[in-house]
């Protein structure tokens, strides 16, 4: 099944894949086709998003990487599409009218990294403190003596 993908994918969005393991296929997509790309992998029968990781390689100059993880229940079959994201073009178009449960994954990548995710209708703080929203802690350029709390 994963072959039968994989081609589908190279002729239709001309994608570059790889084997990740004997059932996961990884896929380096691109933002501009990101939203089509998920339509025909939920159409293709993967049709279960787990989530949406964020890597921050700017230490090395690469900027920022995100892999949605996506799953074909009946098949047992995963694809990992990898996106990377120029440190100064954080932003991506949201997937989550797609999959309507990335949308608090999305969320999240917002609030901690920074990355945009243009047309997800809640990009708002959901897990740190107002006073945080903008210091985006799980940069790799995050200053946690900055922003550490004094001991009473």
């Keep these: 099944m994963l072959e039968d993908i994989k081609e589908r994918i190279q002729e239709e969005f001309g994608f570059?894949?790889?084997p990740y393991d004997?059932?996961?296929?990884l896929v380096h997509g691109e933002k501009e086709k990101i939203k089509d790309?998920?339509?025909f992998l939920k159409h293709s029968g993967f049709n279960y998003p787990h989530t949406i990781s964020v890597v921050d390689?700017?230490?090395?100059?690469?900027?920022?990487?995100i892999n949605y993880i996506i799953e074909n229940i009946e098949?047992?079959?995963f694809v990992i599409v990898r996106v990377n994201l120029l440190?100064?073009?954080?932003?991506?178009?949201?997937?989550?009218?797609?999959f309507p449960a990335l949308q608090p994954h999305e969320r999240?990548?917002?609030?901690m990294f920074g990355i945009e995710f243009v047309g997800n209708p809640r990009l708002e703080v959901m897990l740190l403190p107002e006073w945080a929203k903008g210091t985006f802690p799980l940069r790799k350029s995050y200053d946690f003596e900055k922003h550490r709390k004094e001991k009473k």
């Excluded at 390689?57 to 920022?64: A, I, L, Q, V």
């Design 22 to 25: 004997t059932n996961i296929l």
């Design 75 to 77: 098949e047992k079959k």
């Design 57 to 65: 390689y700017t230490p090395k100059g690469e900027g920022f990487q």
């Design 87 to 98: 440190e100064d073009e954080l932003f991506i178009p949201s997937v989550c009218d797609v």
């Design 108 to 111: 999240e990548a917002w609030e």
């Design 37 to 39: 790309f998920l339509k």
């Design 16 to 18: 570059k894949t790889e």
